[in-house]
């Protein structure tokens, strides 16, 4: 029984063109995937279709199963009940994605209440727990801070706590290390991998850097405008590429590798 | 922030002052002599000399300045040359008008332009969010005058529901009285503000519903009414009031069409007749007083802004333009 099976999904814009052409991928519990592919590909679509969140205008057609809703044709009300609660998404910038009014600890409060139904106290002492557990420093500083008074880093910590606080059976990230520094980036890969471990979490881990994807994924999927073009596991598509644009993906990754490896004199 | 309102109050006793001389000296630059408007035509040198001597316009102009201003710090705003009574008196029974047709105007207009300006923004793709953002387009171009005709026509002279003008002259003694021929003056002002106030709420919902943290709460289960609750209307609302203090100053300013077009004792048809009859000291005092109306409105947008938007306070210019 798998958590997420998206079937035949078409995503078109308003004026007809084709965005994300019969894709079909599906994830068993505590199963993580990559979706790969440069920008336009329809992976970053594709994420957001799955929470029934398509910008407006775009349409879809086919099958997306999570947990046991159809997305679909989903009515609103559906989808709240889904939203959060079988799924939950990380976006790419840390800085837009918070209310830059809000202070944070209000903001993860949002979901940790609905979720769990908290109040007062016990609902603080949550938003603390929350912040530690991504291991933010001084908890209930940056539960008072606003977003733009902490860095990327953290920011995106607060948004992948806000992901976990409602508990769900699949996180979705869509490009989540994107925006940040390199060595802010591994920091809060290896944090988001040993979170989702310890849940079981399944992930569905969007990017376009072949490198960051094989650092929390055991499967890849290999999107091309907005086709699949080949699916396997990360060791056997690193190892032995079929296809010619996956062949450039795994060449333009070991190439920056490579250049690391001879300027450092080894 | 006790920095910041004492910085933001130090502004605007300078931005008074200077207002002071810019208006006490273009107001000489102009052409015409007040001394002929107290004597008849063809009075003498001599007649129209003490004329000037009687209201002090033969000092030289610092002089004057300094009188005038001497006055102001004692909370005197002068005596007219024409009526010789205190113009201070005259202003604030003229605010009685200008104030209460201000303010209800503003307010009808914000009550209108909100919600039809969110509408615009969120069912833009439909036939009535595309009528509204016409309408305001439309409106934007109509002169406050010719509506003011168009509504006196239809619902004073036609329909004889409401006073095509004028105001009791025991003015709030008779409040009903009142408030009815406040009526469709205040419509008139409130509806050509609600046309370009749509526009602006139009287009900060339209920011608020491509943000990203609207998806984030949507995302993780909110519904879009309580989204737009708890994250929307707060952002939206930052560049609104800075648009709003701009609109009520303007509409305050602007009130002396709206008060000649309805023949209203306010504050606007005072500065009319001032100028008319070359009165300085009747339109220094209202020019000042409009000019302290306004630089306070800005300063009231301003702070809400920065109780709002934390970024301000921080001295980051933030999202907001």
Same mark, same amino acid.
């Given at each position: ?55 407006? @205008? ?8 999570? @947990?046991? !809703?159809?997305?679909? *044709? ?9 939203? @959060? ?19 944070? *600890? ?13 109040? @007062? ?6 938003? !603390? ?40 059976? #699949? ?38 850097? #072949? ?56 | ?68 201003? /001497? ?82 026509? $239809? ?9 095509? /003008? ?19 003056? $205040? ?94 000291? $009747? ?10 109306? $306004? ?27």
């Amino acid at each position: 029984m798998s958590i997420l099976d998206i079937r035949d999904l078409v995503i078109r814009t308003a004026d007809g063109r084709t965005l994300v052409d019969h894709l079909s991928l599906s994830l068993a519990p505590g199963e993580r995937l990559g979706l790969i592919g440069e920008s336009g590909s329809g992976k970053s679509l594709t994420s957001l279709a799955v929470l029934g969140l398509l910008p407006e @205008g775009m349409t879809m057609s086919g099958s997306i199963e999570l @947990g046991d !809703t159809q997305i679909v *044709g989903a009515s609103e009300r559906q989808l709240i009940r889904v939203r @959060g609660h079988d799924a939950a998404i990380v976006f790419q910038e840390p800085l837009t994605a918070l209310d830059p009014l809000m202070r944070v *600890g209000r903001q993860i409060a949002e979901p940790l209440g609905r979720r769990r139904g908290l109040k @007062g106290t016990a609902l603080k002492r949550a938003v !603390t727990a929350a912040l530690e557990q991504v291991r933010l420093p001084e908890p209930e500083r940056i539960a008072r801070a606003f977003p733009h008074e902490i860095s990327g880093g953290q920011r995106q910590r607060v948004a992948l706590a806000m992901a976990l606080a409602c508990d769900p059976r #699949l996180l979705i990230a869509d490009e989540p290390t994107t925006a940040l520094d390199v060595t802010v980036q591994s920091e809060l890969l290896d944090l988001l991998d040993a979170l989702v471990r310890e849940r079981e979490m399944a992930v569905l881990f969007v990017s376009h850097d #072949l490198a960051v994807v094989a650092k929390v994924a055991e499967r890849v999927l290999v999107l091309k405008d907005g086709r699949a073009v080949e699916e396997g596991a990360v060791r056997d598509i690193v190892n032995a590429p079929r296809e010619q644009y996956t062949k450039t993906l795994v060449d333009s990754a070991r190439q920056l590798e490579s250049a690391l490896v001879q300027r450092s004199g080894r | 922030m006790a920095r910041y309102l004492l910085r933001r109050f130090a502004f605007l006793l300078v931005s008074l002052a200077l207002a002071s001389v810019v208006l006490f000296v273009l107001l000489r630059m102009l052409p015409g002599d007040p001394a002929n408007a107290l004597t008849s035509v063809g009075a003498s040198a001599e007649q129209i000399a003490a004329a000037r001597e009687s209201i002090g316009s033969d000092k030289p102009l610092p002089e004057q300045f300094a009188h005038w201003i /001497g006055q102001l710090v004692r909370g005197d705003l002068g005596t007219s040359f024409i009526s010789s009574l205190p113009v201070g008196p005259e202003v604030s029974a003229r605010l009685n008008v200008t104030l209460p047709l201000t303010a209800a105007a503003f307010a009808l207009a914000v009550l209108i332009a909100v919600p039809a300006g969110f509408v615009a923004a969120y069912r833009r793709r439909t036939w009535y969010g595309a009528l509204l953002s016409g309408i305001s387009q439309l409106g934007i171009a109509i002169p406050v005058f010719w509506l003011g005709m168009i509504l006196i026509a $239809v619902f004073a002279l036609n329909a004889r529901w409401l006073p095509a /003008g004028s105001f009791p002259p025991d003015g709030w003694a008779q409040p009903g009285e009142a408030s009815r021929s406040l009526v469709l003056p $205040v419509v008139t002002i409130a509806l050509v503000m609600s046309a370009s106030l749509i526009r602006y709420v139009r287009s900060a919902t339209l920011d608020v519903l491509d943000s990203d943290y609207l998806r984030t709460a949507r995302a993780l289960g909110s519904s879009f009414g309580q989204a737009m609750w708890r994250h929307g209307m707060r952002n939206a609302s930052v560049p609104v009031i800075s648009i709003l203090g701009i609109e009520l100053a303007s509409t305050l300013l602007g009130a002396v069409v709206v008060e000649s077009v309805f023949a209203l004792p306010g504050l606007g048809s005072m500065l009319a007749t001032g100028i008319a009859q070359h009165d300085y000291p $009747v339109i220094q005092g209202v020019l000042f007083i409009s000019t302290l109306a $306004v630089l306070i409105i800005g300063f009231a947008a301003d702070l809400i802004q920065r109780i709002i938007d934390p970024r301000l306070r921080a001295g980051l210019s933030g999202g907001v333009r």
